[in-house]
């Protein structure tokens, strides 16, 4: 089953797309639209669920470290539930904690520009937030947030080994360089 992956913000929706199978994420598009203009992005993600047949769309929804949701959460269940009144799209909420910190943690390694990284940084989000989805789905139960605690408490100490969430965002990076 193919998913689409979701980045909100309030000026962009970042965009990943999986495989046939539902195991892989890639990068798909990013959209930039008016401060908080979501119905704009509503309709965009609607137009992209049609064009690729698709029927679950998973979206980030922002939590503070603590688990408690905030403003950004409220904005991101309000999306969800105004896709859902006006399609039969199925939309699933997933914790998108330190997901900027492990694309930006990338993108850095992987040397693209200050430009670049800010063109990009949306879309390879949602793809974070997908492949974390399909890892769980698919037999996985490691968040991808909990992998970088882990590497920002022991990075003084030691080096963790590279996962397999960094080697798929590093290889949708080589598809933009």
């Known amino acids: 089953m193919k998913y689409i992956g979701l980045d ?6 970042g965009v990943a797309i999986s495989d046939e199978l539902g195991i892989l994420a890639r990068k798909y598009d990013t959209l930039r639209f008016y401060e908080d203009d979501y119905d704009k992005a509503i ?29 950004r959460a409220d904005i991101s269940i309000e999306f969800k539930n105004k ?14 904690r330190l997901t900027t910190v492990i694309v930006d943690r990338a993108m850095l390694e992987g040397n693209l520009s200050r430009k670049k990284r800010h063109e990009k940084k949306d879309e390879m989000a ?7 989805y399909l890892d769980k789905i698919n037999g996985g139960s490691f968040k991808l947030w909990q992998i970088e605690l882990l590497k920002l408490k ?7 080994l590279v996962t397999s969430y960094l080697h798929i965002i590093q290889m949708n990076l080589i598809r933009i360089m």
């Open 126 to 132: 949602a793809v974070v937030i997908l492949q974390d």
């Open 83 to 96: 896709i859902e009144s006006l399609s039969d799209i199925k939309v699933i909420l997933e914790d998108e």
């Open 154 to 160: 022991k990075m003084a100490k030691k080096k963790l």
């Open 8 to 13: 909100l913000g309030s000026r962009t929706l």
């Open 43 to 71: 309709s965009y993600t609607i137009d992209i669920c049609n064009k690729e047949n698709v029927k679950n769309v998973v979206l980030g929804l922002p939590r503070h470290m603590n688990g408690d949701k905030g403003i």
